[in-house]
């Protein structure tokens, strides 16, 4: 029974692969869907998104139509008779190409929006998977914790029966039961760690924070080296998004260019004319009907210089902006390989750490069918292997955590 149980304890509680995601991976991403729909922060951002793009309708607009009328109270005499109102209408129509103009900046203001949308979404899907690698984490923390509880009572069990031929004092007894009312209080803390972070996970979701989490605890790590591309970091949505304002600005500066040139405008005026009674004319009471054309000249246009000069400015500015992001991005990138590279090197070790105990265990096992069993190297043992256990947990979480920052800079 006691090898039973010792072969249990060492039972891998971790077992995610990147390769191999299907296991548990259609679970998180049931998850990150769920996520995605509901999350405020989405939608807010899905909102700005549809408002920009909506923005290209609103460029297509002419300037108002003006309408006016006026009375003459003393009607002015001409030849053919009196002027005795005045009717005019005009329309302004802005330089050749500047509706298209306004229609291809806001194009690329909405181009640069989306960027926006793409980056949240990348963010959302990072957060939920971190923390549920956490919560998966803690419930493999707890069933270890569990199973050393377990074993901890059969080697109770052993000491009583020591103590009862006179092999064992019942300090033994004692320090066993000691040692497992501090893996329970362990547990019991894990335990409201997890509620918490299910809450967090929750909020994530967007949905009641006391939900119950369905997480998988079998997680190991992959023995292939997935391929990490650098250059794919050179097209991520955080830099791209540089190069859509960057083109936004362009755009921007041609709709100045345009909305610097002169104004075209077309009108028509309308005067009513009354007839002279006192002779007969040619053309007597004629209305008067005046077609007129209107040309806006820019000629004080310092606003459209520094339009361009402030243009200029910041392309400049983005040019700086986007560079500083990369180096940014590529410190973020080479630390998470290094850190998951790490986690896999401690890995390694936790996992011959846990063999060379097993063997250690055996040995005390078998001293004990002879009858001098030390109770006291049997605790050092169960702790020196519940701590390689928990490392190998954390290393193991560690190394998925920092795979989803992999995953958000290079895919």
């Not at 939608?43 to 609103?58: C, D, L």
């Not at 760690?193 to 929750?202: G, P, S, V």
């Not at 004080?300 to 940014?328: D, G, P, V, W």
């Not at 936790?350 to 190297?377: M, P, R, V, W």
Request: proline content about 2%.
């Amino acid at each position: 029974m006691i090898k039973q149980k010792t072969h249990i304890k060492f039972v891998l509680f971790f077992g995610i692969c990147l390769s191999a995601f299907n296991s548990y991976g259609q679970n998180l991403q049931t998850y990150i869907d769920e996520a995605i729909t509901n999350s405020p922060e989405i939608q807010k951002v899905q909102f700005q998104y549809e408002i920009a793009s909506e923005k290209v309708n609103e460029a297509n607009w002419l300037p108002n139509t003006e309408v006016s009328a006026g009375y003459f109270v003393s009607e002015p005499e001409t030849r053919v008779g009196a002027q005795r109102a005045r009717l005019s209408l005009k329309q302004m129509i802005p330089w050749f190409g500047t509706i298209s103009a306004r229609e291809n900046y806001a194009s690329s203001m909405a181009a640069a929006q989306y960027e926006e949308l793409v980056i949240a979404k990348r963010k959302l899907i990072v957060s939920v998977s971190q923390s549920y690698y956490n919560l998966m984490a803690n419930k493999a923390k707890q069933e270890v914790l569990e199973q050393n509880i377990q074993l901890l009572e059969t080697y109770e069990r052993l000491a009583l029966t020591s103590v009862e031929v006179g092999k064992a004092s019942a300090v033994s007894v004692l320090r066993l039961q000691i040692r497992q009312n501090e893996l329970q209080q362990t547990k019991e803390v894990l335990q409201q760690q997890y509620l918490a972070e299910q809450a967090i996970f929750n909020n994530l979701l967007n949905r009641d924070n006391d939900m119950e989490v369905v997480v998988m605890s079998d997680l190991t790590i992959p023995a292939e080296i997935d391929i990490i591309s650098e250059e794919n970091l050179k097209v991520h949505p955080e830099l791209t998004k540089y190069d859509k304002i960057y083109e936004s600005v362009s755009q921007s500066e041609l709709l100045n260019q345009k909305e610097s040139s002169p104004m075209l405008g077309f009108g028509l005026d309308y005067i009513p004319v009354s007839e002279r009674t006192d002779m007969t004319l040619i053309d007597n009471g004629k209305d008067i009907l005046m077609p007129m054309v209107t040309l806006s000249i820019p000629i004080f246009n310092n606003k459209y210089k520094s339009q361009t000069k402030q243009n200029q400015l910041k392309q400049q500015e983005i040019t700086s902006q986007k560079e500083e992001r990369l180096n940014a991005l590529q410190t973020m990138l080479s630390k998470a390989i290094y850190d998951r590279n790490s986690a896999r090197i401690s890995y390694d070790t936790q996992s011959k750490n846990l063999k060379q105990a097993e063997d250690a265990e055996e040995i005390l096992i078998k001293n004990y069918e002879t009858g001098t069993i030390d109770f006291n190297d049997v605790l050092d043992i169960q702790e020196l292997q519940l701590k390689f256990q928990i490392n190998q947990i954390e290393s193991i979480k560690m190394y998925y955590i920092q795979s989803t920052i992999i995953n958000y800079l290079t895919n």
